[in-house]
Protein backbone atom coordinates (compact mmCIF):
# COMPACT_ATOMS: atom_id res chain seq x y z
CA UNK A 1 0.00 0.00 0.00
CA UNK A 2 1.27 3.52 -0.76
CA UNK A 3 1.76 6.35 1.42
CA UNK A 4 -2.59 7.80 -0.40
CA UNK A 5 -3.95 4.95 1.16
CA UNK A 6 -2.31 4.66 4.51
CA UNK A 7 -4.30 5.53 7.38
CA UNK A 8 -3.03 9.07 8.73
CA UNK A 9 -2.11 8.63 12.68
CA UNK A 10 -4.31 10.68 15.02
CA UNK A 11 -2.32 13.51 17.16
CA UNK A 12 -2.28 16.39 18.39
CA UNK A 13 -2.13 19.21 15.86
CA UNK A 14 1.44 20.74 15.55
CA UNK A 15 2.91 17.43 17.85
CA UNK A 16 5.16 14.99 16.39
CA UNK A 17 4.01 11.66 18.02
CA UNK A 18 6.03 8.21 18.97
CA UNK A 19 6.82 6.58 15.76
CA UNK A 20 7.82 2.48 15.57
CA UNK A 21 8.84 1.84 12.31
CA UNK A 22 8.24 -1.90 11.90
CA UNK A 23 8.40 -5.24 9.93
CA UNK A 24 10.43 -8.45 9.17
CA UNK A 25 14.36 -7.96 9.23
CA UNK A 26 16.31 -6.96 5.89
CA UNK A 27 12.60 -4.24 5.17
CA UNK A 28 14.39 -0.99 6.17
CA UNK A 29 13.06 -0.41 9.35
CA UNK A 30 16.67 1.11 10.41
CA UNK A 31 16.95 3.27 7.31
CA UNK A 32 13.98 4.94 7.17
CA UNK A 33 13.95 4.83 11.01
CA UNK A 34 17.06 6.93 11.09
CA UNK A 35 16.24 9.19 7.77
CA UNK A 36 12.68 9.69 9.49
CA UNK A 37 14.40 11.13 12.99
CA UNK A 38 16.11 12.91 11.19
CA UNK A 39 13.71 14.67 8.84
CA UNK A 40 11.49 15.51 11.65
CA UNK A 41 14.63 16.04 14.29
CA UNK A 42 13.58 13.74 16.64
CA UNK A 43 15.62 10.93 18.88
CA UNK A 44 16.17 8.06 16.87
CA UNK A 45 15.57 4.40 19.15
CA UNK A 46 18.17 1.37 17.48
CA UNK A 47 15.73 -1.49 18.29
CA UNK A 48 18.19 -4.34 17.77
CA UNK A 49 21.02 -2.42 20.20
CA UNK A 50 18.73 -2.95 22.68
CA UNK A 51 18.42 -6.80 22.80
CA UNK A 52 20.08 -8.55 25.75
CA UNK A 53 23.31 -10.28 24.71
CA UNK A 54 21.52 -13.61 25.00
CA UNK A 55 19.05 -13.29 22.91
CA UNK A 56 21.57 -11.50 20.04
CA UNK A 57 23.65 -14.81 20.58
CA UNK A 58 20.41 -17.09 20.31
CA UNK A 59 19.52 -15.44 16.93
CA UNK A 60 23.13 -15.10 15.70
CA UNK A 61 23.57 -18.96 15.86
CA UNK A 62 20.00 -19.29 14.04
CA UNK A 63 17.41 -19.34 16.70
CA UNK A 64 14.42 -17.66 16.56
CA UNK A 65 13.37 -15.52 19.60
CA UNK A 66 10.06 -16.70 21.43
CA UNK A 67 7.49 -14.32 23.07
CA UNK A 68 8.89 -15.01 26.54
CA UNK A 69 12.32 -14.00 25.29
CA UNK A 70 10.83 -10.88 23.00
CA UNK A 71 9.48 -9.62 26.49
CA UNK A 72 11.86 -7.84 28.31
CA UNK A 73 13.64 -6.43 24.95
CA UNK A 74 10.03 -4.99 23.92
CA UNK A 75 9.97 -3.37 27.50
CA UNK A 76 13.33 -1.36 26.97
CA UNK A 77 11.99 -0.38 23.67
CA UNK A 78 8.93 1.09 25.71
CA UNK A 79 10.74 2.87 28.39
CA UNK A 80 12.96 4.78 25.90
CA UNK A 81 10.28 5.55 24.49
CA UNK A 82 8.06 6.76 26.77
CA UNK A 83 11.37 8.44 28.55
CA UNK A 84 11.64 10.48 25.08
CA UNK A 85 7.64 11.14 25.32
CA UNK A 86 7.74 12.00 29.05
CA UNK A 87 10.49 14.45 28.45
CA UNK A 88 8.93 16.70 25.52
CA UNK A 89 11.00 15.44 22.76
CA UNK A 90 9.59 13.33 19.51
CA UNK A 91 11.12 9.97 19.28
CA UNK A 92 11.39 7.05 15.78
CA UNK A 93 12.38 3.38 16.48
CA UNK A 94 12.85 0.61 14.77
CA UNK A 95 11.34 -2.36 16.45
CA UNK A 96 9.99 -5.47 14.08
CA UNK A 97 6.78 -5.55 16.40
CA UNK A 98 5.81 -8.37 14.51
CA UNK A 99 2.57 -9.40 16.50
CA UNK A 100 -0.29 -7.58 17.65
CA UNK A 101 0.99 -8.43 21.57
CA UNK A 102 3.93 -6.91 20.70
CA UNK A 103 2.59 -3.78 19.60
CA UNK A 104 0.40 -3.44 22.54
CA UNK A 105 2.69 -3.92 24.57
CA UNK A 106 4.76 -1.46 23.29
CA UNK A 107 1.81 0.72 23.39
CA UNK A 108 1.42 0.41 26.74
CA UNK A 109 4.24 2.34 27.72
CA UNK A 110 2.93 4.92 25.13
CA UNK A 111 -0.66 5.13 23.88
CA UNK A 112 0.11 7.64 21.31
CA UNK A 113 2.80 5.19 19.44
CA UNK A 114 1.90 5.31 15.41
CA UNK A 115 3.31 2.17 13.73
CA UNK A 116 4.46 2.39 10.17
CA UNK A 117 4.81 -0.98 8.70
CA UNK A 118 7.56 -1.55 6.12
CA UNK A 119 5.65 -4.43 3.78
CA UNK A 120 8.10 -6.48 2.11
CA UNK A 121 8.09 -10.26 0.20
CA UNK A 122 9.96 -13.29 1.43
CA UNK A 123 12.60 -13.19 -1.39
CA UNK A 124 13.79 -9.33 -0.86
CA UNK A 125 13.98 -9.63 2.78
CA UNK A 126 15.99 -12.67 2.44
CA UNK A 127 18.14 -11.13 -0.09
CA UNK A 128 18.46 -8.38 1.99
CA UNK A 129 19.64 -10.08 4.96
CA UNK A 130 22.09 -12.26 3.00
CA UNK A 131 23.46 -8.97 1.84
CA UNK A 132 24.45 -7.17 4.97
CA UNK A 133 27.62 -7.16 6.79
CA UNK A 134 28.43 -7.32 10.51
CA UNK A 135 24.61 -8.18 11.81
CA UNK A 136 23.63 -10.83 14.29
CA UNK A 137 20.61 -11.70 11.91
CA UNK A 138 21.35 -14.75 9.75
CA UNK A 139 19.26 -14.79 6.63
CA UNK A 140 17.50 -18.20 8.15
CA UNK A 141 15.82 -16.48 10.07
CA UNK A 142 13.43 -14.44 7.74
CA UNK A 143 11.04 -17.29 7.29
CA UNK A 144 10.72 -17.34 11.09
CA UNK A 145 9.73 -13.83 11.22
CA UNK A 146 7.19 -13.95 8.63
CA UNK A 147 5.36 -17.34 9.88
CA UNK A 148 4.63 -15.23 13.13
CA UNK A 149 3.81 -11.92 11.16
CA UNK A 150 0.72 -10.64 12.03
CA UNK A 151 -0.65 -7.56 10.12
CA UNK A 152 -1.49 -3.91 11.40
CA UNK A 153 -5.43 -4.24 11.90
CA UNK A 154 -7.44 -1.52 10.73
CA UNK A 155 -7.68 -0.81 14.57
CA UNK A 156 -4.42 -0.10 15.02
CA UNK A 157 -2.80 3.17 14.66
CA UNK A 158 -0.67 2.05 11.63
CA UNK A 159 -0.01 2.67 8.00
CA UNK A 160 1.79 0.35 5.42
CA UNK A 161 4.29 1.36 2.99
CA UNK A 162 5.85 -0.78 0.01
CA UNK A 163 9.38 -1.23 1.71
CA UNK A 164 10.87 -2.19 -1.71
CA UNK A 165 10.47 1.72 -2.24
CA UNK A 166 13.88 4.24 -1.98
CA UNK A 167 14.64 4.67 1.64
CA UNK A 168 14.21 8.63 0.69
CA UNK A 169 10.58 8.20 -0.81
CA UNK A 170 9.37 5.47 2.28
CA UNK A 171 11.24 9.30 4.79
CA UNK A 172 9.06 11.45 2.23
CA UNK A 173 5.81 9.81 2.17
CA UNK A 174 6.23 8.84 6.49
CA UNK A 175 7.02 12.83 6.72
CA UNK A 176 3.80 13.72 4.85
CA UNK A 177 1.51 11.64 6.42
CA UNK A 178 3.04 12.61 9.81
CA UNK A 179 2.79 16.24 9.50
CA UNK A 180 -0.57 15.95 7.92
CA UNK A 181 -1.89 14.43 10.66
Known amino acids: MDEAAAQAPTSAPGSVPAIVVMGVAGCGKSAVGIGLA ?17 NVARMASGE ?6 REG ?3 AIGERIAESVGSG ?3 V ?16 FCPEIVFLYLEIDPATASQRVGNRKGHFMPASLVDSQFAILELPAA ?3 AST ?9 LVAAAVRLIRRS
Do not use: M, N
Open 155 to 157: DER
Open 64 to 69: PLTDQL
Open 93 to 108: AACSALKRSYRDRLSG
Open 38 to 54: AALGVTFIEGDRLHPPE
Open 73 to 75: WLD
Open 161 to 169: FDATRPVGE
Open 89 to 91: QGV
